[in-house]
């Protein structure tokens, strides 16, 4: 079976982080390898508070599963700190397996995961290095200064990242979800019905299955269409979990 190393922080509630990634690679097929970067206070509603883990214990996490373990793909979600990010840089350029980053710098309920130097650092190191990036429409405006999100993927495109993918189901501007993809200056548009609801791990949710899609050999484009595909169909059978947003339901077995 093809394996996963997820490179995540712990969400308590089981809806979004590590949780989602071992999930969401479970049901793509593959098997999820965990190193954790950072603790949280968290539920279904929002991230309280964050603890990151120290670099030098994310390093050992990785180091040990690379000795022990074969290693198809890397997703990479909310790192805890800027020491993480050269780590993290360093891995990639060892492994030389494809590599997906959700650049998570907010939770869905509002609160910061990741402060600004971190994303400065993500952007500017780990993301040319990564196969996708899967930042959704705030992440997307945050980091390209762009206000359009066909806009903001060319833009962070053109910073050398092989494929971007903004996802726009965070929008309400109309009756579809458009997501953009942009890959060597192409853009494309996914268009697909908008769920009228927000999600607990979606993003997160998302960014594996491209991964695990990618450890099981697709090539990119045609691992974003599987995974946004997927997701779509877990989102509208949603899992409740507590009293705050529901989470896709990664577990469903007939899934595209």
Same mark, same amino acid.
């Given at each position: 079976?093809?394996? %996963? *190393?997820?490179?995540?922080?712990?969400?308590?509630?089981?809806?979004?982080?590590?949780?989602?990634?071992?999930?969401?690679?479970?049901?793509?097929?593959?098997?999820?390898?965990?190193?954790?970067?950072?603790?949280?206070?968290?539920?279904? +509603?929002?991230?309280?508070? %964050?603890?990151?883990?120290?670099?030098?214990?994310? +390093?050992?996490?990785?180091?040990?599963?690379?000795?022990?373990?074969?290693?198809?793909?890397?997703?990479?979600? %909310?790192?805890?700190?800027?020491?993480?990010?050269?780590?993290? @840089?360093?891995?990639?350029?060892?492994?030389?397996?494809?590599? %997906?980053?959700?650049?998570? *710098?907010?939770?869905?309920?509002?609160?910061?995961?990741? #402060?600004?130097?971190? !994303?400065?650092?993500?952007?500017?190191? *780990?993301?040319?290095?990564?196969?996708?990036?899967?930042?959704?429409?705030?992440?997307?405006?945050?980091?390209?200064?762009?206000?359009?999100?066909? #806009?903001?993927?060319?833009?962070?495109? !053109?910073?050398?990242?092989?494929? @971007?993918?903004?996802?726009?189901?965070?929008?309400? &501007?109309?009756?579809?979800?458009?997501?953009?993809?942009?890959?060597?200056?192409?853009?494309?548009?996914?268009?697909?019905?908008?769920?009228?609801?927000?999600?607990?791990?979606?993003?997160?949710?998302?960014?594996?299955?491209?991964?695990?899609?990618?450890?099981?050999?697709? !090539?990119?484009?045609?691992?974003?269409?599987?995974?946004?595909?997927?997701?779509? #169909?877990?989102?509208?059978?949603?899992? @409740?979990?507590?009293?705050?947003?529901?989470?896709?339901?990664?577990?469903?077995? &007939?899934?595209?």
């Amino acid at each position: 079976m093809p394996q %996963v *190393l997820c490179i995540a922080g712990h969400d308590p509630s089981g809806g979004a982080g590590i949780h989602a990634d071992i999930e969401a690679c479970r049901a793509s097929g593959t098997h999820a390898l965990g190193a954790l970067t950072a603790l949280t206070l968290q539920d279904t +509603d929002n991230v309280h508070a %964050v603890q990151p883990l120290d670099a030098d214990w994310l +390093d050992a996490q990785i180091r040990h599963l690379a000795a022990d373990c074969r290693i198809d793909a890397v997703k990479f979600g %909310v790192l805890g700190s800027v020491e993480q990010v050269p780590v993290c @840089v360093r891995w990639v350029r060892e492994l030389g397996v494809p590599t %997906v980053l959700d650049p998570v *710098l907010r939770a869905g309920g509002g609160a910061e995961l990741a #402060a600004q130097p971190v !994303a400065v650092a993500m952007l500017e190191q *780990l993301a040319p290095l990564c196969t996708v990036i899967t930042p959704n429409a705030a992440e997307a405006r945050l980091l390209s200064g762009e206000d359009r999100l066909d #806009a903001a993927a060319a833009v962070l495109g !053109a910073r050398g990242i092989a494929h @971007v993918l903004v996802t726009g189901g965070d929008e309400r &501007d109309d009756a579809e979800s458009t997501d953009w993809h942009w890959h060597d200056g192409t853009l494309r548009p996914i268009r697909r019905t908008r769920i009228a609801q927000d999600y607990h791990g979606a993003g997160c949710t998302l960014a594996s299955t491209i991964a695990a899609l990618l450890a099981r050999g697709d !090539a990119p484009a045609a691992a974003i269409d599987g995974a946004t595909a997927r997701v779509h #169909a877990w989102l509208q059978r949603p899992k @409740v979990i507590g009293r705050g947003r529901p989470s896709p339901a990664r577990d469903c077995g &007939d899934t595209p």
